[in-house]
């Protein structure tokens, strides 16, 4: 028998949104330091180039896809779910092209969770796939749980006060209303995609952005019920940092934090998709001022309805803001978490945003606005207690005391310790020895076994 040639390409497949193209690049970079060859499979609405940083990845549009305007016209869950019911033929375009081109040397595609259409094109080409999840494993397992449930009895209890409050079976602290269910989409076509992502079908394995001294009891239940290998080599953004930002970063910001005290500063940044209520902005300018602490507040174009920017703010806004604050559209996230004058990250508390606090020693005010962000912000201030959650109606006299607690308190002072702790673990998973680290060796060794048979 002649010599099997190992196959070294990895075909990625994001999802077109900030949160999810983020940690699939930095997947796509810790696989290539590995050896791999590495193919992204872009959307026409991605906006990732290759940049200097991926100068190395190979690029590929999936023709006809939507666009941003089909996002714009369509929300983002709707837009989600007409992408993975058009993209199937193309996406089996773009294998076939990269087969012709390449040979057969593609060692598995990872694809997003959310973008399942991958994996009956893949299927089809008796490929190896690998479903790749940018959510916490906790996120996962409530997805698992909710995709089981009777969507009619469940949208009953979520409008029952009394029941919402309460724990969810089998999932304590998370109560019923930290579910992860949408902003974005009815409930009971949010719990169709959720069997979707879910569902593994032939995928022979689970890659999960997490770690096992975040999300020990989580990861078991996962290995257990899906009956297949997971590998959790999270995270991601220590083990292979690798900048995408879609959006134009401000770093005038960085100037302004290093003329402020140590630890003194609120960094407040809601994520990519996220809005906000012109009464709710009001009354978090409100709050910050008078709690007398500088703050950065990253305020995304198009994330107040009706506004374009601040620029249709009341006056009041500016007064506010003028003294203590400094706004910007869009930061270099990890640079201002890492810098020494921040004491504090107010955020909507989705999954990359929350390791990247942890990874800093940064503790939370959490704000969710949808999906697993509920989950996230449930396990910081319950579970690893390093956040503050603020729920229901967003007052000033709130934003104000949430403020306090973290910054000046010795409450505050307590949750820094057990962050710096985490930080500490979560650098040790990811150097050589570590639980990620050798996570990542297992995947790659799997691979090579595959293509040796």
Known sequence: MGEVREKRRIVLVPVPAQGHVTPIMQLGKALYSKGFSITVVLTQYNRVSSSKEFSDFHFLTIP????????????????????????????????????????????????????????????????????????????????????????????????????????????????????????????????????????????????????????????????????????????????????????????????????????????????????????????????LSNSNQPFLWVIRPGSIPASEWIESLPEEFSRLVSERGYIVKWAPQMEVLRHPAVGAFWSHCGWNSTLESIGEGVPMICRPYTGDQKVNARYLERVWRIGVQLEGELGKGTVERAVERLILDEEGAEMRKRAIDLKEKLEASVRSGGSSCSSLENFVNSLKMKNSM
Not at 251 to 274: D, F, H, M, P, T
């Open 64 to 287: 006809g896809s939507l666009t941003e305007s089909d996002l714009k016209n369509l929300g983002p869950f709707r837009f989600l779910v007409k992408l993975n019911q058009i993209c199937e033929a193309s996406f089996k375009q773009c294998i076939c092209q990269l087969l012709e081109e390449q040979g057969d040397d593609i060692a598995c595609v990872v694809y997003d969770e959310y973008m399942y259409f991958s994996q009956t094109a893949v299927k089809e080409f008796q490929l190896p796939s690998v479903l790749f999840s940018t959510t916490s494993a906790t996120a996962f397992v409530c997805r698992s749980v909710l995709a089981s449930v009777n969507a009619e009895t469940f949208l009953t209890d979520m409008k029952d006060p009394e029941v919402s409050d309460k724990v969810f079976p089998g999932l304590d602290p998370l109560r019923y209303k930290d579910l992860p269910t949408s902003a974005f989409g009815p409930l009971e076509s949010i719990l169709k995609v959720y069997s979707e992502t879910v569902n593994i079908r032939t995928a022979s394995a689970v890659i999960i952005n997490s770690t096992n001294c975040l999300e020990s009891s989580s990861l078991a239940w996962l290995q257990k019920e899906l009956q297949v290998p997971v590998y959790p080599i999270g995270p991601l953004h220590i083990a292979a940092a690798a900048p995408s930002s879609l959006l134009e970063e401000d770093r005038s910001c960085i100037e302004w934090l290093n003329k402020q005290k140590l630890g003194s500063v609120i960094y407040i940044s809601l994520g990519s998709l996220a809005l906000m209520e012109t009464k709710d902005v009001l009354e978090m300018a409100w709050g």
